[in-house]
């Protein structure tokens, strides 16, 4: 998304949606541009998963002094696994993160076509690679390449933020997520209102009012 389109899509949402009109007005402003590290962005969500911010952070740091802030990816799939291991990851993540490396050195994935694939196949594309599933598919659409229209219905955070925020009575499925983007009319900015919404429940004191 360019300004422009950032602005289209925070007018069509104050529009659409009471709810999301009231953080966008006190909520810092949706501002995220296009990223190019593909491998690294995606290690990155790995490194993060299930973890607390300041955990995730501090795991980070250790692994990007150790291979790099673009990171060596054919240092990562020498190292030992035992040694990335003790950076803090699990052995898992281990796995994963090699398994990325691999996947980018190798070209197993068309990530240099990425910029002209609609969403579907990208994440059709990322999924191939060992332990990126589909909510890491979605982090990467949302955050490297910033497309416009995706909803991660899965995602823990975005089902207590529209708890919070819509005063629901339990945290909704992914079926409840989807109806009520469509009931409020997010798209085609999905993304955006998305942002919104986690920012409400990382920002101490942000709540909506009945709508």
């Known amino acids: 998304m360019n300004r422009k389109d950032i602005e289209k899509g925070i007018k069509h949402l104050r529009k659409n949606d009471k709810v999301l009109a009231n953080l966008i007005e006190i909520l810092p402003e949706y501002n995220y541009e296009p990223r190019t590290e593909y491998a690294s962005d995606l290690m990155t969500a790995i490194i993060s998963q299930q973890l607390s911010i300041k955990a995730a952070a501090t795991i980070e740091k250790r692994f990007v002094a150790k291979f790099g802030e673009v990171p060596d990816l054919s240092a ?5 696994h035992q040694e990335i291991r003790e950076l803090g990851l699990s052995n898992a993540k281990v796995t994963y993160v090699k ?19 609609p969403d579907q ?8 690679i060992k332990g990126v599933g589909e909510w890491t598919a979605h982090m990467f659409l949302m955050f490297t ?22 005063e629901l009575p339990e945290m909704p499925d992914a079926k409840m997520v989807t109806q009520i ?16 919404l986690w920012k409400s429940i990382d920002t101490p004191g942000v709540g909506s009012p009945k709508y």
């Open 76 to 80: 990562i799939i020498d190292a030992d």
């Open 99 to 117: 398994a990325i490396a691999q996947a980018f050195l190798n070209e197993d994935i068309h990530f240099h076509k990425f910029d002209s694939m």
């Open 121 to 128: 196949d990208i994440i059709k594309e990322l999924v191939k």
């Open 145 to 166: 390449l910033t497309r416009p229209n995706v909803l991660p219905t899965g995602d823990l955070g975005i089902k207590r933020a529209i708890m919070i925020n819509y």
């Open 181 to 196: 983007s469509n009931d409020r009319g997010w798209a085609p900015f999905n993304t955006i209102a998305c942002s919104y």
